[in-house]
């Protein structure tokens, strides 16, 4: 039989260390971190989605406030040309993209409704996927 250095036999070697592995309560921890490692990753995967949704929504206001600056100097001739424009940029986000523009008293206003399903990411959260986001942008018309 081989000895360790300490002069103990292999067996009375192993023993005590099995003894003390098993006296220790260092990795108690590990049980309860991972008991609560699923409600973390849910609160993750929520604040990703509701994340995307918001990203989407300032990514639709920069694009219909273009639009809206666009027919209000004259690049843009009508409101069906400003919502076509605008539902073009909007492809690559959603192919739902619902676009209303009018011009009233000489401010045009822009409604863009999309659905939020098209903005999330992971889709994880039925309670999300059934609403609509909805963005308006108004703008003087320059004469």
Known sequence: MGFSSKGQKMPNLLRDNLRRFFR???GSATVESVLWIPVFFVLFGLMVDVSMIFSGQSRV??????????LSVGRLDSESDTQDWVIAQLANLSTNVTVNTDIVSGVATTVVTIPARDLEMLGLFTSLNNLTVSVTSQHFIEF
């Open 24 to 26: 220790k309560t260092d």
């Open 61 to 70: 206001l920069r694009v219909i406030q273009d639009a809206n600056r666009n």
